[in-house]
Structure formats: C-alpha cells, structure tokens
C-alpha cells in the first residue's frame, strides 16, 4: 500500500486486532522453539551495514536542497530564502552537509516547525498526556516498552477514556518490548476499542516464512490528531517517572532517575511521523485502521528546519548515512550523548578521524546501565578513542537512556537510535534532524549540563584496569552483533 500524505489518509476496518498469545508470557512455553530456530537463523545469515565510503567523494547532491512546508516543494528559489534566513547566511557549510544529506537519505527538509526540546521522563510523558487529553480524532503511539506500572496504567487509562470519548486511539508496540506485560492490560485497552498492533510475536508459529526475531521496533512516536508529535528515547515505563537527580531539586536518595531526552513538534513536519506510523502498520498486513483524518492541513508553526529520518531492515539505511556524513564533514565539534555505544568500523573511523584533524570529539556514555553486557562493549573502544584524544565522559548517578547529536553547533540529533549495528541495521528506528544554530545552542547547554554530572575517563588509569574487566570487554564485542 502507498500512502500519500498530501492525501486524505483513511483506513477501512476490515480485520479484528491479530492474535497476540506468543506475544507476552502467556506464550512462553511455546516461545522456546521459536528462539532456537532463530538463533539458528541469525547465525546462518549475518546482515551488514553498507559501505559509505562513496559518501566521502563529492556527491551529486542538488545546489539548492529540496524543502517542504504544508502546501508541497518549495522552488529554488524560495528554498534558497528559506535556508538564508532560518540557518544564517554565515552557515555555507551546513547548507553544503544538508544537499549531501538529501542525496544520502532522499529526505527533504520541512521547514516551518515548532520544536521543543524535553529532558526525562516526567517532563515528557506530561507533556504527551497533555496532548492526549485534548485529543479530538486520533491519537497514535509507537512504542517499544508499554509496562503493567503505575506509569503504565495511568497513560492506558487516558487512551481508553479518550476511545470512549470517540476517538479513536491506534497503537503498535514490540512483542520483545513487551514481553512481560500480562496479556490482561493489552485485552482491556482492546475490548475498550483500540486498535492494537503486535509487533513481531516471539514465535514463528504466528508468521511462518515471514517471522524476524531479530528485527525489533525500537521507535517511540506519539501523533495527535495528525497536528501534534512526540519522538524521542522515552519509553512508556515506571523507570521514566523519576527524573535525573541533577535535572530536579529533590532527587530522590534512594532511586536512580533515567537521562533521556524527547522532543515535541508541531507544523508540516508532524505528516512525516504520521506517515511513518500508518506506513509501518500497512507493512504489517494486520487488518486495516477505521477512517480518520489522519492528514490535516498543517499551517506553519514555527521556524525551525527539520529532516525526519527512518531506519528499518533492508532499508537505504538513511539514519546511519546521515549520522556518517554529519561526523565525517565536522569541521569544529562533535558531541555525542549515546546509551549504548558499539559503533560499527565506519563510524568508528570516522570518529577517530576528526579527532585527529583537531575537532572536538567528547562523548557522553553510561556509568549505570540497563544492559552490562552493552556497557562492556561500549569499553572495548575506550583506549582507542582516549589514545587520538576523543574525550570520554561516564553520566554520575543516572541510567542514560538519551540518543543525541549536535555537530558543529549547527546539526542536532533527537530520536530512538543507538550507536550500534542493531539500530543501524536490524530495527525499526527514528531520528528527527534540527538543522540551525537556535536549536543547536539548547542542544550545546544540554549537553554542557550533562558533562558536569559526568567523570572524565583518564587513560592512563583507564589501561590499569582489571583483566577481568578486560576479558569482559573482549566477550561482549564476540556478541556485540546480536546486542
């Protein structure tokens, strides 16, 4: 199916919510098999990123780049204006990066948005129940985790008011994501009338020749009445209830907050992230959504310029492009806040890189993380990095979560995908580009902020560490493809 955002976008209900049995525990004694026999799969059949290599030699990328707002394709000519105005006549060299990156990508810039920024859980899962509840035809949400918790129940809870209430609420979340949420919440948000979509079932009894194991939907999106988007790295999930210590005046002394960050928009770009949604539920040929206007006009709603940028298996791989050319062509700074780092060879290289031509390369990276088995990787690169003097930093006190860019002041980066192969190549992701000075300055304090709470990793100690540690390390990167 095809869908034309210019276009009024309507569904027809056709099929109930698919069976869901494998999806959570309730299924687990049949989940076995199933898991064996991908395994085997996955060994069998090793996916690779493209190389972008060719993506340092100069690209036939357009001299004016392509720019939308709510009524279509600007000319050239109001583009040129447009990009004077809004990334300043001074920033030749992030007009040049955002011509390469449409030739990457395909991605247009959107002009005419409105984007805040939002740090942790509570500031943002606020913000989206606000949205919500004003709700007046659709509501959309993708997510990877949707927890049984006290968070949980209280955002179900207003989706299901807001079904009664006549509108109607769409939702598709990963069955790995969710796999030990009792059947129970999902049935009750369905009897309710939501439209519930699974994504890929631990087992392959519910797609024989068409089931990935491997291939998780790691997005999280939520889209209002097609006016208003939520994308980020916050999950629905207690953990997002407390914010970062250092981001509240009463941390809580006995808990340990999560460090992510999300953003919200509203103008043009808001049809992209719906696009993105419906595109991913009519992949999944699970029955068709009710009609809505899931399409609306969107007038301008601001000034910022925007690229929104999918990743998902047997893709173009726009994301890991995007992130690729940004490093490659930085010219000043470099400054990456990554929950789990395990870059493949290019990137990597490209890092060291512009460390060695005298950009400012530092990274962010978990001190407590949900995945040890991650972090380990993560540590395998850390003598490399220090050695052609990549600055490393470990975040105090919070689990980071957060999956941010901002390269030379100019391009920043908001979204759901980590520095590892699984994004790049195995998931269904999102990132959402800010091209501009305004937006790269709250992204620069933002991350400014975060260095304060954070350690600096020194090489010298960091090479007397344990060879325990160290045989750690070498056995997370054996894994580091399946991570």
């Known amino acids: 199916m095809i869908i034309d955002p210019r276009q009024p976008f309507t569904f027809h209900p056709r099929s109930p919510v698919p069976d ?23 060994l069998s059949a090793c996916a690779r990123l493209p190389d972008v290599n060719y993506l340092k030699v100069p690209l036939d990328s357009p001299p004016v780049p392509r720019v939308v707002n709510g009524q279509g394709v600007l000319s050239d000519k109001d ?51 606000a949205a919500v509840s004003v709700a007046k035809d659709s509501i959309d949400l993708e997510t990877y985790l949707f927890d049984q918790d006290p968070l949980g129940l209280k955002f179900a809870e207003e989706l299901i008011a807001k079904q009664k209430e006549g509108v109607q609420v769409n939702i598709i979340y990963d069955c790995v994501g969710t796999l030990g949420t009792p059947q129970a919440f999902f049935d009750r948000m369905q009897t309710a009338g939501i439209r519930l979509l699974p994504y890929h079932p631990v087992s392959p009894i519910h797609k024989l020749g068409r089931w990935r194991i491997n ?42 907050g999560w460090r992510d960050t999300h953003i919200q928009i509203e103008g043009p770009a808001v049809a992209a992230l719906q696009w993105m949604f419906l595109d991913n539920w009519a992949s999944q040929k699970e029955g068709d959504l009710p009609e809505r206007d899931y399409f609306p006009a969107l007038p301008p709603a601001g000034d910022k310029v925007l690229r929104v940028l999918r990743s998902q298996p047997d893709s173009n791989h726009e994301i890991f492009k995007a992130y690729y050319l940004a490093i490659h062509g930085a010219t000043k700074s470099i400054h990456l806040t990554a929950a789990y780092f395990v870059p493949d060879v290019q990137i990597m290289t490209a890092l060291l890189e512009a460390a060695k031509r005298g950009v400012d390369v530092k990274i962010i990276l978990p001190r407590v993380s949900d995945s040890w088995l991650v972090s380990y990787a993560g540590h395998s690169y850390y003598a490399k990095m220090l050695e052609a003097g990549i ?93």
């Open 215 to 256: 291939n998780r939907d790691h997005r999280k999106i939520l889209v209002v009445d097609g006016k208003m988007a939520f994308a980020g790295g916050v999950n629905i999930t207690a953990a997002y209830s407390r914010s970062s210590p250092f981001r509240t005046k009463s941390p809580e002394a006995d808990s340990t």
């Open 79 to 129: 583009a040129s204006s447009v990009l004077a105005r809004r990334l300043g006549k001074s920033k030749v060299d992030v007009k040049i990066l955002a011509g390469l990156e449409e030739a990457a990508t395909g991605r247009p810039l959107i002009v005419g948005n409105k984007v805040t920024l939002l740090f942790d859980g509570p500031k943002t899962i606020a913000a989206m129940m």
């Open 391 to 483: 600055k490393v930093y470990e975040l105090k006190a919070s689990i980071l979560h957060a999956k941010t860019a901002v390269i030379d002041g100019s391009w920043s980066t908001v979204g759901s995908t980590n520095l590892d192969t699984r994004s790049f190549l195995h998931n269904k992701e999102v990132n959402v580009v800010v091209m501009g000075d305004e937006f790269g300055n709250e992204m620069e304090s933002a991350f400014r902020d975060d260095l304060k709470d954070s350690n600096e990793v020194d090489l010298k100690k960091w090479k007397q560490r344990s060879q325990g540690q160290k045989f750690k390390e070498w056995l997370a990167m054996l894994l580091s493809y399946w991570l």
């Open 20 to 42: 869901r049995l494998y999806c959570t525990k309730d299924g687990a004694r049949r989940v076995w098999q199933g898991w064996a026999i991908g395994f085997c799969l996955i």
